[in-house]
């Protein structure tokens, strides 16, 4: 089709567009809020937004908090008040991939938070872990005798800072027994988490690649920019794609599946892209790239502020 030209949303636009839509899905960190901090002017925006009757979402590949801990977080930073219900994270949403993936009674080996493992036991799947694994030796090779436990047919890997080498081998050791009929889920793919002042830390792409590495297979990936985050959502909730709004501060999760989904797309400049990156991206012809182009953006979301009104 058109190629995507990434327009600034003045506030005249920004009342046509945000008047053609009933739902908007909004990514977390890098949008609403950075880190324990929300961003100036968000929660007035989403608060104008849900009393003029817009259907509010929340879709985050942050896998280590619950919904409910989501909805306590946008309460506490003083957003409109949120259900559970509303909200998509990467744990929930794996959690609801492996109930009606798995067998019933069939468990999941667990890499992960304790929030993962908490929106497994509200959908009813049984899971290993995410505590260390049980080492019957001191030495890697010894490891390979750890018993295993003959319920587990999926290994699923999320954000998990107690990630380790024995963890590790325990996910290779069902993945070989179990073969292509165990299931190897990892809740996203980002690579890295910015903190403030140009830093990072390794996000859960690097765990999942050591687990797809050590298996020598690909797992299949819940959140942005995999539909699946999307088709959750649309599962919920009656949701017209060309009613809906996709607003994120990362062009290859949140820009990418609002693309690839049909919805309209708005980024942020309030996280972690600069415009710079969304001109190179548009100005190749390379199809690809080009669904990176967001519709339109914003320096920040508190600029829609002027098109809600009063
Ligand atoms: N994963 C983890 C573990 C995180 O802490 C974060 C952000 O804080 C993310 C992913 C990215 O979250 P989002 O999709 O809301 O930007
Ligand atoms: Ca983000």
Same mark, same amino acid.
């Given at each position: ?5 990434c ?10 567009v ?17 880190g324990?901090?929300?961003?100036g ?10 009393a003029?009757?817009k ?32 909200v ?9 991939? !492996? ?6 009674g ?30 019957p ?18 290994v ?6 107690h ?9 290779l ?6 073969g292509?009929?165990c ?9 890295? !988490?910015?903190?403030?002042?140009g830093t990072?830390?390794?996000?859960t ?14 797992a299949?990936?819940v959140?942005?920019?995999?539909r ?7 599962s919920?909730?009656?949701i ?29 400049l309030t ?26 953006y914003?320096?920040?979301?508190a ?8």
């Amino acid at each position: 089709g058109e190629p995507r030209r990434c327009r600034r949303l003045e506030a005249e636009a920004a009342r046509a567009v945000l008047g053609a839509a009933d739902t908007l899905l909004f990514d977390c960190d890098g949008v609403l809020w950075r880190g324990e901090a929300a961003v100036g002017g968000a929660a007035a925006a989403l608060g104008r937004l849900a009393a003029a009757g817009k259907r509010l979402c929340y879709v985050t590949n942050n896998s280590s908090r619950t919904r409910a801990a989501y909805t306590e977080k946008l309460r506490r930073l003083g957003f409109p008040p949120a259900e559970p219900r509303h909200v998509f994270g990467s744990a929930y949403c794996a959690a609801r991939y !492996l109930r009606q993936a798995l067998p019933l009674g069939a468990a999941a080996y667990v890499l992960g938070s304790p929030a993962l493992a908490a929106e497994l036991e509200a959908v009813g799947v049984p899971h290993l872990g995410p505590g260390p694994a049980a080492l019957p030796g001191p030495a890697p090779a010894d490891w390979a005798q750890a018993p295993l436990d003959p319920a587990v047919r999926a290994v699923l890997v999320g954000f998990d800072e107690h990630f380790s080498y024995a963890k590790l081998c325990q996910a290779l050791r069902y993945l070989l027994r179990g073969g292509p009929d165990c299931l190897l889920v990892g809740t996203n793919r980002d690579h890295r !988490l910015p903190l403030e002042g140009g830093t990072a830390i390794p996000g859960t792409g690097c765990l999942v690649k050591a687990v797809e590495t050590a298996a020598q297979r690909e797992a299949f990936i819940v959140g942005k920019p995999n539909r699946y985050m999307f088709d959750c959502v649309a599962s919920e909730f009656d949701i017209d794609p060309a009613r809906t709004i996709m607003v994120g501060d990362r062009l290859d999760t949140d820009i990418l599946m609002g693309n690839s989904c049909g919805l309209t797309t708005l980024l942020t400049l309030t996280g972690v892209t600069t415009l710079d990156e969304v001109k190179g991206h548009q100005e190749s012809d390379c199809p690809a790239r080009q669904s990176l182009v967001p519709d339109y953006y914003v320096d920040s979301i508190a600029d829609l502020l002027p098109a809600l009104g009063d």
